[in-house]
């Protein structure tokens, strides 16, 4: 397992993917609305955005930061900051 499985939220009691986990099993199960089409891109969209925001004020809006706290280059950072009309 990877690094980043075992990484524990704040509280010190559950791990992200935990937290995840749980969260997107109630989410799945009021998936009917998706009628199976768009749910893959839903979440990761949901989750993308708010990663990256998180990131970006980690970082104190410095786009090379937030980019290698993310381990994505900062074109792409770049591009989703403009896909998903944050303020830089």
């Given amino acids: 397992m990877s690094k980043s499985k075992h990484k524990t939220s704040q509280s010190g009691s559950e791990s992200l993917e935990q937290l995840v986990a749980g969260r997107l099993q109630e989410f799945v199960k009021q998936a009917s609305q998706f009628d199976g089409h768009g749910l893959y891109m839903t979440?990761?969209?949901c989750v993308e955005k708010p990663l990256i925001e998180a990131a970006l004020a980690e970082a104190q809006g410095n786009q090379v930061a937030a980019a290698k706290i993310l381990g994505i280059h900062r074109n792409t950072l770049?591009?989703?900051?403009k896909e998903f009309k944050l303020k830089p």
């Fill in 78 to 81: 770049r591009r989703k900051i």
């Fill in 43 to 45: 979440v990761i969209q």
